[in-house]
């Protein structure tokens, strides 16, 4: 069974800083997607990266996929309170499901 | 473009009894999936259904099933509740074509809490 682990697992910093989640997997990623989840909602994708190497940059987050394909990272920059939530990678296994990391949750401070 | 509506949004029942959830997916999306959501476990893949078919599902004993309709609505069920069924029992709808579904999007409903007592 593939597990998707994310580090940490609680963040709390203050308005303004930088920081970094990572999602890493014991399998190779098919292709993998961050999400973002706010209290009472469902999970929001955020972005899919499917190359190794690849780079994608939204607004403030910037994500990273490993060469190898088993590890990903999230990096906020300069962030706002309004970043606030539950970080959660997920992988398609290429066989109608997705498997979710066991997530992020991240507080911003004003 | 309506969202995905899970219905209902908050239930209470007790050991032993039955629930049966709702969703429905965004228009003309096909692929309906359930995810079940605790602290402890996280974000745990239940089914998945494509044109009332099952395709796949995850590691959940026979007591929570599900179906799907002809108008791609979705319900799933769970019978002899237990404690450690309270969670957030949320719904995906996905624009799958009937292939994998790599690069997919999921559109995430809001979810229905279930507290078991």
């Known amino acids: 069974t593939q597990l998707l682990e994310q580090s940490p697992q609680f963040l709390s910093i203050q308005e303004g800083e930088n920081l970094t989640v990572y999602c890493n997997s014991s399998?190779?990623?098919?292709?993998l997607q961050w999400y973002r989840q706010e209290p009472g909602e469902g999970p929001v994708l955020l972005v899919t990266?499917?190359?190794?190497?690849e780079v994608k940059k939204l607004k403030r987050l910037t994500f990273q996929f490993g060469d190898a394909r088993k590890d990903s990272s999230l990096h906020i920059t300069a962030a706002q309170p309004g970043d606030t939530g539950l970080y959660l990678c997920?992988?398609?296994?290429?066989?109608?499901?997705?498997?979710f990391g066991t997530g992020t949750r991240l507080k911003v401070l004003a | 473009k309506a969202g995905v509506t899970q219905t209902p949004r908050y239930l209470i029942k007790t050991r032993g009894q039955q629930v049966t959830l709702s969703c429905s997916p965004i228009?003309?999306?096909?692929?309906v999936s359930w995810y079940q959501q605790t602290p402890g476990q996280g974000l745990q893949f239940l089914f998945e259904y494509f044109s009332e078919t099952q395709r796949n599902k995850g590691n959940f004993p026979g007591r929570f099933s599900g179906r799907q309709f002809s108008n791609s609505r979705s319900e799933m069920n769970v019978s002899t509740l237990e404690l450690g069924d309270s969670a957030l029992y949320l719904c995906?709808?996905?624009?799958?074509?009937?292939?994998?579904?790599?690069?997919?999007?999921?559109?995430f409903g809001p979810g229905t809490r279930l507290t078991v007592l």
């Open positions: 990266v499917v190359t190794g190497g």
């Open positions: 228009s003309g999306h096909r692929s």
């Open positions: 399998s190779v990623f098919s292709s």
């Open positions: 997920a992988e398609t296994s290429g066989t109608y499901k997705y498997i």
């Open positions: 995906a709808s996905n624009g799958d074509a009937g292939v994998a579904l790599i690069n997919n999007e999921q559109f």
